[in-house]
């Protein structure tokens, strides 16, 4: 399918994830079969004023395209300038771009507060300003992430009023913003946004595993199915699941792969000038996940102050041969 300006050569996505989905992570992907990524979401305040720390968020390269540019804000016509000051960046070649995704679905309560996310759902009319607004003011194609509601199911209203907006794709996460987690399962509110809307939608919500996130896509007949936290310390779940939907088999999860996806992470932040302590350790912490003995190797890193020093437990690290605690399991 097309997403934003670009031909997508799979059905698996990178979804926006705050202090994760940096362009190293996303290259790594990329490489794992991952067929587009977005960036983080970032304030389209701190865009318009320059912030520098902002302005990081949306650094991308040619070679992890096609992504998307995800932002998010209040004031349409704040959100519409940040929309031509992206757009101008990637016309001169400095942030590659396939899409500008308009975030209208985080819960975090710092963004609702501030009447933004998923608080725009709320306000359906808003959302077609804001959507509008961005779409004249972009060079770059217009999409969006939204939840299935506020706190009852409205995504097909919210959909459509995208659509007429005159945004490209959509993202529908099945959960309402309120639920948070709680709903186990229900990507029919997905499936009835395709039905019902002529543009690409990409499902999201619950995708943790290559099977299900495979289920996902040809239960909901959706156009793709966007992977986060599943891709976490996991990057390869997308060339599985990419198997899995050609009817092949793939090998288990293994330590060894996971440490081979962390040393290509590192190489590929050096390499970008991206390497920090911080999210270097989250990732790190993130690899260990579900790894025997790992609980000790978690303390390490969390004292860790340096690079070379969360590099080096890694490195170490090996998994426990004796039958370890739950607790130690779900670290």
């Not at 349409?76 to 209208?104: L, Q």
């Amino acid at each position: 399918m097309r997403y934003g300006k670009s031909l997508l050569e799979g059905k698996f996505v990178l979804g926006p994830m705050a202090a994760y989905t940096d362009m190293a992570f996303r290259l790594l992907c990329r490489k794992r079969g991952a067929a587009m990524c977005f960036t983080e979401f970032a304030n389209a305040n701190a865009i318009v004023r320059n912030v520098a720390r902002t302005m990081r968020l949306l650094r991308t390269c040619e070679e992890e395209m096609p992504v998307g540019i995800q932002i998010f804000g209040s004031d349409e016509n704040v959100m519409a300038e940040a929309c031509r000051k992206i757009s101008r960046m990637a016309d001169e070649g400095t942030c590659p771009a396939s899409c500008i995704d308009i975030n209208f679905g985080c819960p975090a309560g710092t963004v609702v507060r501030a009447g933004a996310g998923s608080a725009l759902l709320r306000n359906p009319e808003k959302i077609r300003r804001i959507v509008e607004k961005c779409v004249s003011s972009s060079s770059l194609p217009i999409t969006a992430k939204i939840r299935s509601g506020w706190d009852s199911d409205n995504a097909v209203l919210i959909a459509k009023t995208i659509e007429k907006a005159g945004a490209a794709g959509i993202t529908v996460h099945w959960r309402t913003a309120k639920e948070g987690r709680k709903r186990a399962d229900g990507w029919q509110s997905v499936a009835e946004v395709k039905k019902e809307v002529g543009i690409p939608v990409i499902g999201n919500g619950g995708a943790y595993a290559p099977e299900i996130a495979v289920r996902f896509l040809q239960e909901a007949k959706c156009d793709a199915v966007m992977i986060s936290s599943g891709a976490l310390g996991n990057p390869r779940i997308f060339e599985r699941a990419n198997m899995l939907l050609m009817g092949k088999k793939y090998e288990p999860d293994s330590w060894a792969s996971r440490l081979e996806d962390f040393r290509e992470y590192v190489l590929l932040a050096k390499k970008h000038g991206i390497m920090s302590a911080k999210p270097l350790r989250a990732h790190a912490i993130e690899f260990l996940k579900g790894q025997p003995g790992a609980k000790a190797a978690r303390r390490m890193l969390n004292g860790a102050k340096a690079e070379e020093e969360i590099i080096g437990v890694m490195e170490s690290f090996s998994p426990a041969c004796n039958h370890s605690s739950s607790s130690d399991m779900n670290m």
